[in-house]
């Protein structure tokens, strides 16, 4: 018996955790008003970028004596342009408990060849954040994106630090609320929660990493596009707008929109609500449904945004083999797009849950989640 689908579909299919769903309003023609075929360095395309860098500021909440900068590359961009700038003055201790933490991990110990402090868990869990010494320089990521797995808060970082944090917070800045005065470097890209698109990273910097910068030359050599300050002062155009290469006028008009449709939704506090709403709706399914849990140990480490789950059923033989039919059930049926666990994380789905994505897809989407798990369980009983 092949069990009966769901009368309703997700209206929105689009659960990927990045390139995530633009925002509910967006439609192409938003962008009709990009300073296309413009230098950006004109007046049009400056005034932009700024409006980019001062409403991030004002969305996040973010103080006015930290610096925000447009820079390339993505998120991947930020983060090597502050760990390539930055580390190597003093100590340094890395955590990592899922894939990108893991890389980061991998660029200090093998590239910059660094003798880091190496604070690493296994997927679903965090390292021992009470021990970490701040006396180091510490990186770390907000919110493990292929573990959903994020930090609960920021208690654990002391506040009379001598090292400087350095966070990836790309699938968690607009959805989990960033303790500014715990944090010097933060770094984050468009295309994750506010659906923006690739190619730009934001990086923001408190004045002790600004001091930093203009008090420590690292030993390696710095590409130009790593380099935020000249004759040791801080670049203060990339921090304006003037950024250090050209920049994609669509993307910028595009992020632009985003951000108005942030503050249309009450800001943070509005995007925050809505991705613990959209979270909440799968946390309730596994309370409820005994053959899928959450990969997170602990729930106060639980994602609000990507949301990784596994399935606990005894009847599963071969665990990837099942969580990838799973998720391509979902893809041909067109409820869920892009759900497969990632590719180096532990076998299952991931659901994204941040802003952009409307509360009422993700509950239309659970009943598929229960329609695609038992047609799975009788494909498999009778293929055995
Ligand atoms: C935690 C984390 N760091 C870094 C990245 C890389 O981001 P980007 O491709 O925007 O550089 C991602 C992307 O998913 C991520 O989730």
Redesign the pocket.
């Known amino acids: 018996m092949v069990t009966e689908t769901p009368a309703t579909r997700p209206a929105n299919p689009r659960f990927s955790?990045?390139p995530c769903a633009k925002p509910p309003v967006f439609s192409l023609d938003k962008l009709s008003d990009a300073a296309l075929g413009r230098s950006h360095r004109a007046a049009v395309g400056k005034a932009k970028l700024k409006d980019a860098i001062e409403s991030t500021r004002e969305v996040l909440g973010i103080p006015a004596d930290y610096k925000i900068g447009i820079v390339p590359?993505?998120?991947?961009?930020a983060?090597e342009m502050a760990m390539w700038s930055m580390l190597g003055a003093r100590g340094v201790t890395m955590l990592a408990w899922e894939s990108?933490?893991s890389?980061w991990v991998s660029d200090v110990a093998k590239q910059l060849k660094l003798d880091a402090t190496i604070m690493e868990a296994d997927y679903g869990q965090l390292p021992d954040l009470s021990a970490v010494n701040f006396a180091d320089d510490v990186v770390f990521?907000w919110?493990?994106?292929?573990s959903g797995v994020r930090v609960p808060n920021g208690d654990w970082i002391a506040d009379d630090r001598e090292g400087l944090t350095i966070c990836?917070a790309?699938?968690a800045a607009f959805a989990m609320d960033l303790p500014w005065d715990k944090l010097d470097v933060t770094t984050f890209?468009w295309?994750?929660v506010l659906g923006g698109e690739?190619a730009h990273?934001m990086i923001v910097l408190s004045p002790r990493a600004v001091e930093r910068l203009e008090n420590y030359t690292p030993a390696w050599p710095l590409p130009k596009i790593f380099r935020m300050t000249k004759g040791g002062k801080l670049i203060e155009g990339i921090f304006e707008g003037a950024t250090i290469n050209t920049p994609s006028m669509l993307a910028v008009e595009d992020y632009l929109v985003a951000l108005d449709w942030a503050r249309s939704v009450g800001g943070l506090k509005g995007l925050m609500a809505r991705a613990d709403a959209n979270a909440k709706v799968i946390f309730d399914f596994c309370d409820t449904h005994d053959w899928i849990a959450n990969l997170a140990d602990d729930d106060a480490t639980r994602s609000n945004t990507?949301v990784c789950l596994k399935f606990t059923d005894d009847r599963i033989k071969d665990g990837a083999a099942f969580a990838k039919a799973v998720a391509k059930r979902l893809e041909t049926e067109g409820v869920a797009l892009d759900v497969g666990a990632y590719r180096d994380a532990p076998a299952g789905l991931r659901i994204w849950c941040g802003g952009t994505v409307e509360t009422s897809d993700v509950e239309a989407l659970m009943p598929w989640l229960d329609w695609a798990f038992n047609a799975e369980i009788e494909a498999q009983t009778e293929a055995a």
């Open positions: 955790s990045g590359a993505s998120d991947t961009g983060v990108f933490g890389g990521t919110n493990g994106t292929t990836d790309t699938s890209s295309q994750k690739a990273g990507s």
